[in-house]
């Protein structure tokens, strides 16, 4: 259309249709209606509300997870929406079985047009005394459970036949943290920030080459966000109740409800010019923190 307008388009490649900007609304932009998005880690905690935001703007939902049970609330995300929610009991550690589920997934749901890779721990142990068995633990479920979902991801959205709804490629967003940009307080996590500054690492990489196949890879970081880990964590170290609520500048803990809109808004295309950033979701400690 524009070539037709303006000959000049055809030879420099640039675009020049002025109007193109109307042609969409933000509410067109932010729907996942029709898309699958697979989720690791999303049995419980953040995973399974980044599952009730990809539902509540018509996504389907492939959850990934090593519990047996899911947390309650996956009944909820299974019964509300209707969308397709299927959980899917798998290792992200383990490449030959990941790849089994993500072709179970593919079976089901016919599709993969985005990840969001939760699935993670966070050993908390002054680094003196961590056994190199548990380093490595953490570092292959945080860091190779990472890259491995997102090749497998990777490889389908590549290979996938335009639609409607999604004419090319997909969207990966992985799971940081600000442990990836400043030490946690009254925490001891050396492994855990460094399995996340390679996860933000790879985001960037990612994000770079796979754009010629049309998928675009961000990273979020939060930070201290509710859930009922660490409600466990703060009724069991009440101090760091104290400094969740009262460290970051904006003077509480996250809500997962604050995470929503902007994973939903890297998985849609109401992000199609953003790749290979980090987001970060913190209440302002990653630029100076209270107390
Ligand atoms: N909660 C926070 O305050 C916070 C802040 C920043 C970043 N994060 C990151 O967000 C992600 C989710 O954290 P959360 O608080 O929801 O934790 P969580 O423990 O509630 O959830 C993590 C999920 O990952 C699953 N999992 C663990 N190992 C797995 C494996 N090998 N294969 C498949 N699934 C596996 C667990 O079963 C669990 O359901 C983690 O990567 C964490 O580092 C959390």
């Known amino acids: 259309m524009a070539d037709q307008q303006n000959p000049a388009t055809a030879k420099d490649g640039l675009d020049r249709n002025p109007d193109k900007f109307l042609s969409r609304s933000v509410y067109d932009l932010i729907s ?3 898309r ?37 609330h996956f009944q909820k995300l299974e019964t509300e929406f209707g969308v397709k929610v299927k959980l899917y009991k798998s290792d992200v550690t383990n490449h030959a079985g990941l790849q089994v589920t993500f072709d179970e997934i593919v079976k089901d749901f016919g599709r993969i047009d985005g990840l969001i890779t939760a699935a993670g721990i966070c050993p908390d142990e002054p680094f003196m005394k961590r056994a190199p068995e548990s380093v490595a633990r953490c ?49 001891t996590t050396s492994d855990y920030c460094a399995s996340k500054g390679a996860v933000l690492s790879l985001a960037k990489a990612l994000g770079v080459e796979l754009a010629a196949f049309g998928i675009r890879v961000n990273s979020i970081s939060p930070g201290y966000m509710l859930t009922d880990m660490t409600i466990d964590l703060c009724d069991r170290y009440p101090w760091l109740a104290d400094i969740m609520t009262n460290e970051p500048p904006m003077r509480r803990i996250g809500d997962r409800t604050d995470l929503k809109v902007p994973v939903v808004y890297l998985l849609s295309d109401a992000s199609a010019y953003h790749t290979s950033d980090d987001i970060l979701i913190t209440g302002g400690i990653h630029a100076g923190r209270l107390l």
Not at 37 to 64: K, M, Q
């Open 32 to 34: 996942l209606k029709g």
């Open 139 to 187: 570092m292959n479920i945080n860091v190779l459970g990472t890259y491995y979902a997102a090749q497998l991801a990777a490889a389908q959205m590549a290979k996938q036949e335009p639609t409607d709804f999604n004419p090319r490629g997909g969207s990966i967003v992985l799971i940081a943290s600000i442990a990836a940009h400043v030490a946690s307080k009254g925490q």
């Open 36 to 72: 699958t998005i697979v989720i690791t880690g999303g049995g419980r905690g953040l995973g399974l509300a980044f599952g009730f935001a990809v539902a509540e703007v018509g996504g389907n939902v492939a959850i990934i997870d090593l519990l047996d049970e899911p947390h309650h």
